[in-house]
């Protein structure tokens, strides 16, 4: 019964949305299509990073990576009060911390999503001005209002931090390795499995009471992410054209969390599971979308999603998933997958083809060849 009403579903999908898939990249709306507090604010540009100094609170706090800083440091040398470099996300580390950082008059995030995550938890803890920077767009962590930490081995989204604004500098962006840059759809296209497992949940009578299943908040992400499936030739040439696009669908699925009612259904299934896991297995810190487009290739292969469809996407995007493009082996995939349906319940993650279907040797050895091909 389940396959052939989501083959309904995949029909309605093929046909795309339109003009009105616009507003949901102008105007102020929820996932719901009510009227809620605007996205963050975004400014594209470029020399955007030198002008923070006569904007942001004196003395500022810049939180950032230790490969970052000797690049950014000359820049932000007038009116810093510190420099914080962030080598871990254990919250209680973090809470030590925020209690031993000198007085601080607002709080200046620059970096990928370890960096922007670290000054969002600091500045819920400390409430100060916040002003973000990413220097890539391998994740949508400068959209979000929680930041992810870790605790007790799990990661958890905790806090409530809105910038003042997120400056998308063209240049400080292309800078970055463009393989990091390219990995950022996968937090875009993990829509295609999200979708699919909470369709699956429904059916099954198994979503959760206060997320009941709408088709309108799976249209709305679907929009974007058509917009992102139409890009991915720019995204790969990381121009300002493709570089805009991925951030613009951030910048939706960043808010579309506490939008839906902290919802995470129409924008993320068992895809990151897989990722989860696999940190846990391997002790490795991943590039975010690498990790996930491995996730919505595995994950999409056992819901018999389409999985050669979304391959294509992301072959032609450029993104590295494979185990050894992440500096893993099969084997270690094997052993995430393995501990996946106890790892989901342990950690308290929702309902997903992940505890629906097995996951069997023949599949693992199936997915090997398939990936390694």
């Known amino acids: 019964m389940f396959e052939s009403h989501h083959a309904r579903i995949d029909r309605r999908d093929q046909g795309g949305y339109g003009p009105d898939s616009e507003r949901f990249f102008t105007n102020a709306s929820s996932i719901t299509g009510e ?4 996205l963050f604010h975004a400014v594209y540009g470029r020399g955007l990073v030198q002008e923070l100094p006569a904007i942001a609170h004196r003395p500022y706090l810049v939180v950032t990576m230790e490969d970052l800083w000797s690049t950014f440091e000359p820049l932000l040398s007038k009116g810093r009060g510190d420099v914080h470099i962030v080598e871990t996300l254990q919250r209680s580390r973090l809470d030590s911390i925020a209690d031993e950082l000198p007085p601080h008059a607002s709080v200046i995030g620059l970096g990928g999503g ?18 973000l920077v990413p220097t890539s767009t391998s994740v ?3 959209f979000g209002q929680r930041a992810a930490v870790r605790e007790e081995g799990l990661i958890r989204y905790v806090g409530w931090s809105v910038p003042e604004a997120v400056y998308v500098d063209f240049d400080v962006i292309r800078a970055a390795p463009a393989d990091l840059n390219r990995s950022g759809v996968g937090d875009i296209f993990c829509y295609h499995t999200a979708h699919w497992d909470w369709a699956m949940a429904n059916e099954r009578g198994l979503t959760e009471p ?8 799976v249209d709305e992400a679907r ?12 995204i790969h040439a990381v121009s300002d054209e493709g570089i805009r696009t991925l951030m613009e669908a951030h910048r939706w699925g960043g808010a579309a969390f506490n939008n839906a009612g902290w919802n995470p259904r129409p924008i993320e299934g068992a895809e990151h599971f897989v990722f989860y896991s696999l940190e846990e297995v391997t002790g490795k810190a991943f590039i975010h979308g690498q990790a996930v487009c491995l996730g919505i290739l595995l994950m999409s292969a056992l819901q018999e ?3 050669e469809g979304i391959r294509k996407a992301i072959d032609r995007v450029g993104v590295g998933y ?3 493009d992440m500096g893993v082996t099969w084997d270690d995939v094997a052993r995430a997958l393995r501990q996946l349906p106890e790892y989901v319940q342990r950690a308290g993650l929702w309902y997903t083809v992940a505890s629906d279907r097995p996951i069997t040797e ?4 199936y997915t090997r060849e398939w990936l390694s091909s």
């Open 362 to 365: 023949k599949f693992i050895d």
């Open 305 to 307: 999603n389409d999985p």
């Open 35 to 38: 009227r809620m507090p605007e």
């Open 114 to 131: 370890r960096a922007l995550d670290v000054a969002k938890y600091l500045v819920w803890r400390r409430p100060v001005p916040l002003f």
């Open 223 to 234: 929009t974007v992410l058509d917009r992102v499936l139409a890009a991915v030739d720019e």
């Open 322 to 324: 494979r185990p050894e």
């Open 210 to 217: 206060r997320w009941p299943y709408r088709r309108e908040q």
């Open 140 to 142: 949508n962590a400068a």
